[in-house]
């Protein structure tokens, strides 16, 4: 369920904005000053918490916990109120508020975190397995085909660049295990590595890569812009790499 299905949010650009000040970070792509990214952070989290059955519904009030923090470590919630406007969302957005400040709102209750894994180790890239990328999708699938740069679109070679590219980003990863970041999709921790095509040392792009079913190979599913792999690893923390900065 998404935000907005949820709770009526009027002013809802004001009340992320408060968010932002409440959780400092770059919330925006390049000089942008919109909170997309947190925006769309807010949405999914919410439909993981639906998910979960982690949002508190009182009479008086709704709740959940946006896995966020404050400068001081204090957990961040959305706060709802009912909807006066009789036929639409049930709830109605009243902002976005600390621990500290929903207990002076009369909360007892406090909901949990989102889970978006069980084992750790999902989250650490296996640099015993090696790397088998799905060519037919990556340059077959139009939408993935405009993600490589143009230059290497029109290559005669560009599976053997790309092979290349994947290459790099082992020794990357060999280098620095944090270079590998790990993203939620349909249920499952992936892992998003930095794909270097014109410059070996600025990505391009970040391939998507899981285990195989018997976990001896990472198959690379697709490839995603730099924006979009920031959107979904955000989702689960914020990423601590080199490469993938909004």
């Known amino acids: ?81 009912p909807n006066q406007n009789e036929g639409k969302q ?12 929903v207990s002076n709102m009369g909360v007892t209750e406090y909901p949990q975190r989102a889970n978006y894994f069980s084992n750790p180790a999902d989250l650490v890239f296996d640099t015993n397995c090696e790397i088998i990328p799905q060519y037919s999708h990556i340059f077959n699938d139009p939408d993935n085909f405009l993600r490589i740069p143009e230059a290497i679109r029109e290559s005669n070679n560009k599976s053997m660049l790309f092979d290349g590219a994947v290459r790099r980003a082992k020794q990357m990863i060999n280098a620095n295990y944090k270079t590998a970041v790990p993203q939620y999709y349909k249920g499952k921790i992936q892992l998003l590595i930095p794909i270097c095509l014109i410059n070996e040392n600025v990505p ?35 990423p601590d790499s080199n490469w993938l900065k909004p």
Request: glycine share 4%; charged share 20%.
């Open 90 to 101: 049930k709830w109605f957005l009243d902002g976005f508020y600390t621990s500290y400040q």
């Open 1 to 81: 369920m998404k935000l907005f299905q949820f709770a009526y949010c009027h002013e809802y650009d004001k009340k992320i904005n408060i968010l932002s000040g409440l959780c400092p970070e770059k919330w925006s792509f390049g000089l942008n000053s919109d909170n997309v990214i947190l925006k769309n952070y807010i949405d999914h989290t919410l439909e993981k918490l639906v998910e979960e059955d982690k949002v508190i519904e009182q009479q008086e009030y709704a709740m959940f916990n946006t896995g966020l923090y404050t400068d001081f470590y204090q957990e961040i919630y959305a706060y709802f109120v």
């Open 204 to 238: 391009d792009m970040a391939l998507v890569v899981s285990k195989n079913a018997t976990g001896n190979q990472y198959l690379g599913h697709t490839c995603l812009t730099l924006d979009m792999a920031y959107n979904n690893a955000r989702l689960i923390a914020r």
